[in-house]
T-cell receptor, first 114, second 110 residues
Framework: SQTIHQWPATLVQPVGSPLSLECTVE??????LYWYRQAAGRGLQLLFY??????ISSEVPQNLSASRPQDRQFILSSKKLLLSDSGFYLC?????????????FGSGTQLSVL | QKEVEQDPGPLSVPEGAIVSLNCTYS??????FMWYRQYSRKGPELLMY????GNKEDGRFTAQVDKSSKYISLFIRDSQPSDSATYLC??????????FGKGTTLSVSS
């Protein structure tokens, strides 16, 4: 069965520090991968998605970047964090399951920028 | 008008009640409709999935899609305290552009 791993669960970082969040998927090949951010009262916002190694689409211009160095690895980065980068970050993958394509989420990383 | 509207609640019901959660949308091209359950500080968990239109039932959960009214619903029968969570609707023409509602917070008291 497919599983998605995301770490760390919680992160507290000072303003101006770098960021690296990692996500890996097991049990599937060539998944579509996504990074979302969930801010209080604002719902889920798609940040990046990737359909393959080295292929990244950005949905929202911001202080963040994403990379996909391996088929099942997706990394979210920042060179200098801003206060506004605080939020709950979720990695997700999609696959055709049971006659339709479905989106599955990791457990999330709560990022606090102070 | 926002593309997806969802009443944020909170919604409080006693154990055993029937719960109705709803979302409206404006884009008639949407064909993927999903409901997610999210516990505090956890990732959303896919509960129900409907492609195109119709009803789907899974245990105590029933999802309905009414494309003519641009309205989707999630019904929870015999609600339990463990159903207390935030429920997110999501929909789109394709998954790369999936649009989420802001979520409805449900509290089921024993």
């Amino acid at each position: 069965s497919q599983t998605i791993h995301q770490w760390p669960a919680t992160l507290v970082q000072p303003v101006g520090s770098p960021l690296s969040l990692e996500c890996t998927v097991e049990g599937t090949s060539n998944p579509n991968l996504y990074w979302y951010r969930q801010a209080a009262g604002r719902g889920l916002q798609l940040l990046f998605y990737s359909v393959g190694i080295g292929q990244i689409s950005s949905e929202v211009p911001q202080n963040l970047s994403a990379s996909r160095p391996q088929d099942r690895q997706f990394i979210l980065s920042s060179k200098k964090l801003l206060l506004s980068d605080s939020g709950f970050y979720l990695c997700a993958w999609s696959a055709a399951v049971g006659g339709g394509e479905k989106l599955f989420f990791g457990s999330g990383t709560q990022l606090s920028v102070l | 008008q926002k593309e997806v509207e969802q009443d944020p609640g909170p919604l409080s019901v006693p154990e055993g009640a029937i719960v109705s959660l709803n979302c409206t949308y404006s884009n008639s091209a949407f064909q993927y409709f999903m409901w997610y359950r999210q516990y505090s500080r956890k990732g959303p968990e896919l509960l129900m999935y409907t492609y195109s239109s119709g009803n789907k039932e899974d245990g105590r959960f029933t999802a309905q899609v009414d494309k003519s009214s641009k309205y989707i619903s999630l019904f929870i029968r015999d609600s339990q305290p463990s159903d207390s969570a935030t429920y997110l609707c999501a929909m789109s023409e394709n998954l790369a552009a999936l649009i989420f509602g802001k979520g409805t917070t449900l509290s089921v008291s024993s």
